[in-house]
C-alpha cells in the first residue's frame, strides 16, 4: 500500500512538473514578452509624439497658449461630399465660412457662421453643446455643434493632445510611400479618458519635418461606428511661434476606400486674443452680437 501510494505521489509530482514545464513556464515567458514588447512600443511611440511636439513649436509655447481664433471655411466635394455630408452631418450646407473661438486648455468652442438661414452661433462647453439661429434656440444644429466644435479644437491642439491623460501612443512602424518616410503612432485613449469604446487614431508623422501630416481617426461616440476618417495636413504656417496647417484634407477610408470629402482652410489665426470664458456660455450664445470680452 505504501509502495502504490509512493508510486502515485511520484505520478503526479511528475506530471505536475511536465505541465508547469509545457505549459504554464511558456505561457509566463510568453505574457512576459508581450507585455515588454507593449512597453517598448510604448516608449517608442512617446518618443515620436514627443519630437512632434518640438517640431511644432514645443510644449513650453504650446502651454503658453490660452485661446485661439481664426478663420475657417469647409468646402465639400460635389460628388462624394454630396453623399456622405448628410451622413457625416457636420454643417447645415455644403460650404460655411466660419468664424471659431476656442480655449485650448479646456472644452470650450464657439463658432458664428451666416447661411440662407440667418445667423448661426453654436458653442460646446464641459460636453454641452448649444446652437442659436438668429438668437433663438436652434435643436436642429445642436447634433452638428456637438460634432464639429469639439473636432476642431481638438484636431486644432494636435499633436500636443496626444499627451492628455488616458492616451496611449502606441508605435506601429515606419511607412515609405512617394520618397517619404513617416513614422506610424497608433494612439487609443482609454477608459479613463471618458469614452467606451475607446477612440482610436493612427498618426503619421513626416520623418523630414517631424510634424503631423496624416491621420485616421475614428470617433465611436460621435460618427457611426463603422466610420473611419483621415485627416492630411497641409500647408503648414507658422503662428505665434507654433506651426499648424493652413489646409486639411478629410478623406473617407471605411466603409469606402479613400474618398475625398472636404477641406478646410484656416486662416487669420491670432492666440491669446483675451477672450472671456463667459463668451462660450449658451448665455452670451443667444446675443448674437455678444465681443469677447
Not at 509545457?22 to 509566463?28: A, E, N, Q, Y
Not at 446652437?131 to 460634432?147: M, V
Amino acid at each position: 500500500m505504501i509502495l502504490k501510494r509512493m508510486f502515485l505521489f511520484t505520478v503526479l509530482l511528475f506530471g505536475g512538473m511536465f505541465l508547469v514545464n509545457s505549459v504554464v513556464i511558456p505561457h509566463v515567458r510568453r505574457a512576459r514578452g508581450h507585455n515588454e514588447l507593449r512597453q517598448l512600443s510604448l516608449q517608442k511611440g512617446r518618443e515620436v509624439i514627443m519630437q512632434a511636439i518640438v517640431a511644432h513649436g514645443g510644449l513650453a509655447a504650446w502651454q503658453n497658449k490660452v485661446d485661439v481664433s481664426l478663420h475657417l471655411t469647409d468646402r465639400w466635394n460635389a460628388l462624394p461630399g454630396a453623399v456622405f455630408s448628410s451622413l457625416i452631418n457636420m454643417w447645415p450646407e455644403r460650404e460655411v465660412k466660419t468664424q471659431q473661438y476656442h480655449l485650448l486648455h479646456q472644452r470650450a468652442s464657439r463658432l458664428e457662421m451666416n447661411t440662407p438661414a440667418g445667423k448661426h452661433v453654436w458653442g460646446y462647453r464641459d460636453f454641452q453643446p448649444w446652437a442659436f439661429l438668429n438668437n433663438q434656440t436652434d435643436p436642429e444644429n445642436i447634433r452638428r455643434a456637438d460634432l464639429t466644435l469639439p473636432l476642431s479644437n481638438y484636431l486644432l491642439a494636435l499633436p500636443y493632445r496626444f499627451l492628455d491623460a488616458g492616451a496611449y501612443p502606441h508605435f506601429v512602424n515606419e511607412i515609405k510611400e512617394n520618397g517619404r518616410i513617416f513614422d506610424r503612432v497608433r494612439v487609443v485613449f482609454g477608459l479613463n479618458a471618458g469614452t467606451y469604446p475607446p477612440n482610436e487614431y493612427v498618426a503619421d508623422f513626416d520623418q523630414a519635418t517631424g510634424r503631423l501630416a496624416r491621420l485616421e481617426f475614428t470617433l465611436r461616440e460621435k460618427m457611426p461606428s463603422y466610420v473611419t476618417m483621415r485627416a492630411d495636413f497641409e500647408n503648414y504656417q507658422r503662428f505665434d511661434g507654433l506651426w499648424m496647417p493652413t489646409q486639411i484634407d478629410f478623406r473617407l477610408v471605411k466603409p469606402l476606400c479613400d474618398l475625398p470629402l472636404h477641406r478646410w482652410q484656416i486662416s487669420e489665426v491670432r492666440f491669446n486674443t483675451g477672450v472671456a470664458e463667459n463668451f462660450f456660455t449658451r448665455e452670451a450664445g443667444r446675443r448674437s452680437d455678444a465681443i469677447p470680452l
